[in-house]
T-cell receptor, first 111, second 114 residues
Framework: GDSVTQMEGPVTLSEEAFLTINCTYT??????LFWYVQYPGEGLQLLLK?????DKGSNKGFEATYRKETTSFHLEKGSVQVSDSAVYFC??????????FGSGTQLTVLP | KAGVTQTPRYLIKTRGQQVTLSCSPI?????VSWYQQTPGQGLQFLFE???????NKGNFPGRFSGRQFSNSRSEMNVSTLELGDSALYLC?????????????FGPGTRLTVL
C-alpha cells in the first residue's frame, strides 16, 4: 500500500538557517504530494502541493519538488524564522481523497 | 470564505459513553473526510463522505461511524468509548473541480476519554 517516510525529528535550527526536511514515498500510480504544517493546538494547514513529476510547489518561502525518479518530495526553506516553529507533515493523496501522512517532523527555530 | 469549522473543540467523556462530533465544510465543498491524530499512531484516515454517501473507509472498528447531511455538514460518532479513543479528530473538506484531491482541515476536536 501507499506509505510516506519522513525525516525523524525533532529538528532545531537557529534563525536564518537553511532547512531541509526529507520525505520519500511509496505509491502506485501518480499521486499528488503535499506538505502540511501544524502549529500548537491547531489543525493542519496546507503549505504547498505538487501534482506531477518535476512540479515545484512553493509558499511562504518554502519549496518542494516532486521527484519521481527518487520518489521524494523534500521540503526546503532558505532562511527559517522563529515563527516557522511547528510540526511539518508530508502526505500523498490518491483518487479516493484519502491522504497518507508521514509521521511528522517537529521544527524548533531559536532566535 | 470561512474555513472548515468543527464543534466542539474539546470534549471529555468516560469509558463506555458515546460521542458525536460535528464538521461544517468550506462553502461549496461537498467532500468531507475525517482523520484521527494520536501521538502513537499519527494521522489515520477514518472515512470520506460525498453527497451524503460514504465513499471510502479506513481501518477502524465499527464503533466509529459517520454521516453527511444534504448541506454537506458531517458528523462522526464513536460509541462505547475506550481510553485509546483519546485523540485529536480532524475534519477536512475538498473542493470540486481540478483540485479535488486537496484537503483543507479544520482546527480539530480534542477528545479525552477518562
Amino acid at each position: 500500500g501507499d506509505s510516506v517516510t519522513q525525516m525523524e525529528g525533532p529538528v532545531t535550527l537557529s534563525e536564518e538557517a537553511f532547512l531541509t526536511i526529507n520525505c520519500t514515498y511509496t505509491a502506485t500510480g501518480y499521486p499528488s504530494l503535499f506538505w502540511y504544517v501544524q502549529y500548537p493546538g491547531e489543525g493542519l494547514q496546507l503549505l504547498l502541493k505538487a501534482t506531477k513529476a518535476d512540479d515545484k510547489g512553493s509558499n511562504k518561502g518554502f519549496e518542494a519538488t516532486y521527484r519521481k525518479e527518487t520518489t521524494s518530495f523534500h521540503l526546503e526553506k532558505g532562511s527559517v524564522q522563529v515563527s516557522d516553529s511547528a510540526v511539518y507533515f508530508c502526505a500523498l493523496g490518491g483518487s479516493a481523497r484519502q491522504l497518507t501522512f508521514g509521521s511528522g517532523t517537529q521544527l524548533t527555530v531559536l532566535p | 470564505k470561512a474555513g472548515v469549522t468543527q464543534t466542539p473543540r474539546y470534549l471529555i467523556k468516560t469509558r463506555g459513553q458515546q460521542v458525536t462530533l460535528s464538521c461544517s465544510p468550506i462553502s461549496g465543498h461537498r467532500s468531507v473526510s475525517w482523520y484521527q491524530q494520536t501521538p502513537g499512531q499519527g494521522l489515520q484516515f477514518l472515512f470520506e463522505y460525498f453527497s451524503e454517501t460514504q465513499r471510502n473507509k479506513g481501518n477502524f472498528p465499527g464503533r466509529f461511524s459517520g454521516r453527511q447531511f444534504s448541506n454537506s455538514r458531517s458528523e462522526m460518532n464513536v460509541s462505547t468509548l475506550e481510553l485509546g479513543d483519546s485523540a485529536l479528530y480532524l475534519c477536512a473538506s475538498s473542493p470540486p473541480g481540478p483540485n479535488t484531491d486537496t484537503q483543507y482541515f479544520g482546527p480539530g476536536t480534542r477528545l479525552t476519554v477518562l
